[in-house]
């Protein structure tokens, strides 16, 4: 690992996005989430994913020359189509347009279909928290997981991001249905150690913590058992109905993950609670779980993106700390 | 256990009601819903709770006489004030506004605060489902549970119910945070067995699948632990917020449950993929899921809400199944 300054990452990003073809306004933005998203410790959906988003330039799944474009509009609601472009600059323009449509309606929905993997579901609600809103999005994905009770993978791990302003740092839930994603699953296997909790099954439908052999058998465990896979479901059939798009069943069709259904979900605060001190009965909120006693001596307990907050002070004040090997990868793309 | 026909549950009920104290409107409104919720097998949310709502409302945490009124309104977004009176009634108005509000603006959203235990989540859910709309709503609850990490419990169960409409029968998921709610391990407990997976934690702070220990310890497991648990904070935040009402902090400082705050999110698909053959679609998903292999020989997989379907039609068809104790309890009430 080695610690790299902001900048120097971002132009470098820009750089090599230039050279797959992307124009100069398109490269710049684009290198900016991937940086953030790194400096926020997410480095899975930061520069460890930017040599296969660049691939998927090169070989045509995504098209960077692709401008998303309305289909359909109804009052608060709208749907969007994204050409199989940029799939986070589609996402950050479907949640501007989400925060737009709060701004007169106090709620905006923008459900966007045939639009490439968003990377960080994070990055479109912390978009919607800097605009004084809660958001909520979600996306769908190839399959990956079994549904409940089932052997073969059928259903997306589907990240939901719900994200709530808050004048000392957003709050910040960004999860997968999977109770470990495969980049998880990757880690453990590598260090060669086990999960701490069971995470999937092996090929012979036991529970296991052993990460080789989920990622063997393919079938990770979704959260909370039969929970997590109902909810992995509906936040695909809603996905589907919402942008009036494809499903998870139809994605995975494909050979590789593209045309995947988006929803972008906008609340303006300000103008809901303009008369309550929202933001002091927020922190008392935080504060009470913060105090709770912990489980076990040494454990703190945490609020949802605390632990991001943390990483991001720290990456912007000693450099973004990033994978050597990957650093490397770069900067020869 | 016996089974007793709808009409004779329902009319049983509005006794008891008209006897503590509601209108006719209301006793028979209510009536209808715990009726319903038996039909569906939710008993623990039907005839198993009614006694202790009839206690609610002779102490006075339910006010039978409160009606609720909208606080404030932008666009479609309202705040309602529920008064403390009947949660299901408060809970089916929101639901049946934020319908109304979906009509004009495609997606409708109303936040309730000061309102009562609505018993079942998915009622308000199959309410939108049955108006063409995906319904979402959820509750916030006192404290059951600890955040991840912790010993104590601070963050309530906060039931979600996500219900999307189709001709064949509404898809829904109804879902609260803990991998088992307090009525289950008590289920459990009085069959002396054992739970099928990790519920919660013993005094010493090791998982256990003892409901009895659980139960002792008040340290329920939050589905997906981590997951789960910061899915429980944000729908706290999100309901607290949206309806400026008090969150599971301070309706835990209460000697009962009352006072909570809930959400309700109608999303009008009628106006919105008018084009598309969204049934059609969401039938393929759902009959892509039923057909997949089942990990074990005999195991059938479902998808959210058919178990529901299936008992309902049972129930209507035999009478609803209730257990004897329970219904001889309520005779006599």
């Known amino acids: 690992m080695k610690r790299i300054p902001f900048d120097e990452i971002q132009k470098e990003l820009t750089r090599v996005l230039l050279a797959a073809g992307l124009e100069i306004s ?4 684009c290198a900016l989430i991937f940086t953030q998203n790194t400096c926020d410790g997410v480095n899975s959906h930061g520069v460890n994913r930017f ?3 660049v691939m998927d ?10 401008e998303s474009e309305r289909i359909s509009s109804f009052g608060a609601i709208e749907q969007w189509d994204g050409n199989r472009g940029i799939g986070p600059l589609n996402a950050e323009k479907a949640m501007k347009r989400a925060i737009e449509l709060s701004r007169g309606n106090g709620i905006g929905c923008v ?8 990377m960080r579901a994070g990055t479109y609600g912390l978009l919607a928290a800097e605009a004084d809103c809660i958001g909520i999005c979600w996306t769908n994905t190839i399959a990956l997981m079994p549904p409940w009770g089932a052997s073969e993978k059928k259903i997306g791990n589907n990240p939901l ?32 150690r086990q999960l701490p909790e069971a995470g999937g099954y092996d090929q012979n439908g036991k529970l296991t913590t052993d990460p080789d052999l989920i990622l063997k058998s393919h079938r990770a ?17 809603m996905a589907t109905l919402i942008s009036g798009g494809d499903s998870t069943k139809e994605i995975s069709q494909r050979e590789k993950e593209t045309g995947v259904s988006q929803v972008f979900l906008a609340i303006d605060i300000s103008s809901q609670v303009a008369n309550a ?52 990868t770069i900067l020869e793309l």
Request: charged share 20%; glycine share 10%.
């Open 277 to 328: 001190d929202v933001d002091a009965k927020m922190n008392a909120i935080i504060n009470d779980l913060l105090n709770t006693p912990p489980l076990k001596g040494t454990q703190t307990i945490r609020y949802p993106g605390q632990g991001m907050s943390n990483t991001r002070r720290e990456n912007l004040e000693k450099g973004i700390l990033v994978d050597s090997a990957i650093w490397k």
């Open 51 to 53: 040599p296969n988003f």
């Open 26 to 29: 398109k490269a710049e933005r």
């Open 111 to 118: 459900g966007l279909r045939n639009t490439n993997h968003w």
């Open 161 to 192: 991001a719900i994200c709530i302003p808050r004048s000392e740092g957003p709050v910040l839930l960004d999860m997968a249905m999977s109770q470990f994603s495969n980049g998880k699953l990757d880690v453990f296997r590598r260090l060669g």
């Open 221 to 237: 465990l979704p959260i909370g058992y039969w929970k997590g896979s109902g909810l992995a479901i509906v936040l695909d059939l």
């Open 57 to 66: 330039v090169k070989i045509g799944t995504v098209n960077p020359h692709a």
